[in-house]
């Protein structure tokens, strides 16, 4: 392991190093950005993804809501 994507050779994250192809199990070594290009199925560490905010963006819109009322 590199530690660097082998695309295009950028630093990986904590969560990224940990992240493997969700059929082979292999470690990807590969960036976020260059996994979405490829729609490549993964598995990682979710306690290390930043990526995947779905329930962050409706606790905004939640919020943003109440907002209104104020
Ligand atoms: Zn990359």
Redesign the pocket.
Known sequence: MSGR??????KLSEYELTLKHAITLEYMD??M??LQGLNIPTIGREDLNQYEVDDDEYDAMDNQENDDDF
Request: net charge positive; glycine share 0%.
């Open positions: 994507c082998s695309c295009c050779n950028v590969t960036c950005k260059c």
